[in-house]
C-alpha cells in the first residue's frame, strides 16, 4: 500500500491564500482528503497555516502541484510517499 500526502506551511496567509485555493482547485480531482490548521481566530488570527492533504493519482502529477505551490512566496510544500513493505 502506498500513500501520497503534501504538507504546506503557508506563511502571510493574507498574500498567500487566494494563489493557494486556486491551485488545490485546479487540483481538486487528486485530493482525496483536505485539512487546513492556524493558530487562533477571529481579532487574533494568524498569518501562517498549516495544509495537509491526502492526494491520489500518478507521482509525476503530484511532483507538479508541489512544484507550483513552492513558487508561491511564503509557501513550503513538501510530497511525502510512505509505502507498507509486502511481506513474502
Known amino acids: 500500500m502506498t ?3 503534501l504538507i504546506a506551511l503557508v506563511g ?4 498567500a491564500a487566494d494563489k493557494v485555493q486556486k491551485i488545490l482547485t485546479g487540483w481538486g ?3 482525496k482528503t483536505r485539512l487546513g490548521l492556524h493558530e487562533d481566530v477571529l481579532e487574533n488570527c ?3 497555516g498549516l495544509i495537509f492533504l491526502e492526494l ?8 507538479e502541484l508541489e512544484r507550483k505551490l513552492n513558487l508561491i512566496p511564503s509557501v513550503n510544500a ?6 507498507i513493505p509486502v511481506k513474502d
Open 56 to 63: 491520489v493519482g500518478e507521482p509525476e502529477k503530484l511532483q
Open 12 to 15: 502571510m496567509r493574507n498574500e
Open 46 to 48: 494568524t498569518q501562517t
Open 3 to 5: 500513500k501520497h500526502v
Open 78 to 83: 513538501q510530497l511525502l510517499t510512505l509505502t
Open 29 to 31: 480531482c487528486f485530493i
